[in-house]
């Protein structure tokens, strides 16, 4: 079955710096792979997707992220972060045997410093 | 589009009473998932549905939790008796084969039970 890894429970990163959130799948096949933000009281939504072709999608408010099949990561990116950014960022995957199911990671939680 | 609606957005509730969540999908998806979001457990799916019929209710923790969908823009999540464990913020989602796993989530509803 298939897995989804978030090493990091918490960052802190400071205003205008880079962000990396790391994302590691287990899955035999080719996965379909999002990353999902969550500001507090609010639902998960959607910040990007992964089916296949280009390895970097790019995705809303600014963030990317990049499949690598060697590492079996997904990792999230931004080039500089706004405090608006400061939210749960979850990490998911998905297969066509799944059903539309997705397995989601425990999730990041993402801290601004101004 | 509305998006995915569900109501109540807070229930405060007294343990052993019956609590009943709602929800209603995007129109024109055919699948529907309950989600329980806690701090120590994360993102659980509970049940999901595929044109109004329940696929997967392994996540469903007891007896005491039941899942219905009567028709394809409403669905209800059923907790009797409740208990102070059950306390977490119950999400639903929903998503079309043609998007591909990919599920749009409600706001959730933040259970109390005292």
């Known amino acids: 079955a298939q897995s989804v890894t978030q090493p990091d429970i918490h960052i802190t990163v400071s205003e205008g710096a880079s962000l990396e959130l790391r994302c590691n799948y287990s899955y035999g096949a080719t996965p379909y792979l999002f990353w999902y933000v969550q500001s507090p009281g609010q639902g998960l939504q959607l910040l990007l997707k992964?089916?296949?072709?280009?390895?970097l999608v790019q995705g809303i408010k600014g963030f990317e992220a990049e499949f690598k099949r060697s590492q079996s990561s997904f990792n999230l990116r931004k080039p500089s972060v706004h405090w608006s950014d400061a939210a749960e960022y979850f990490c998911?995957?998905?297969?066509?045997?799944?059903?539309?199911?997705?397995?989601f990671g425990q999730g990041t939680r993402l801290t601004i410093n101004p | 589009d509305a998006g995915v609606i569900q109501s109540p957005r807070h229930e405060v509730t007294e343990m052993g009473q019956e609590v009943t969540l709602r929800c209603k999908p995007i129109?024109?998806?055919?699948?529907l998932f309950w989600y329980r979001q806690t701090m120590m457990r994360g993102l659980e799916l509970l049940i999901y549905f595929n044109n109004n019929v329940p696929i997967d209710d392994s996540g469903m923790p007891e007896d005491r939790f039941s899942a219905k969908m009567p028709n394809a823009s409403f669905s209800t999540l059923k907790i009797q008796p409740s208990e102070p464990r059950d306390s977490a913020v119950y999400f639903c989602?929903?998503?079309?084969?043609?998007?591909?796993?990919?599920?749009?989530f409600g706001p959730g509803t933040r259970l109390t039970v005292l």
């Open positions: 129109s024109g998806h055919d699948y």
């Open positions: 989602a929903s998503s079309s084969t043609l998007s591909v796993n990919e599920q749009f």
């Open positions: 998911a995957v998905g297969t066509i045997q799944g059903a539309q199911k997705l397995v």
């Open positions: 992964y089916f296949s072709g280009d390895t």
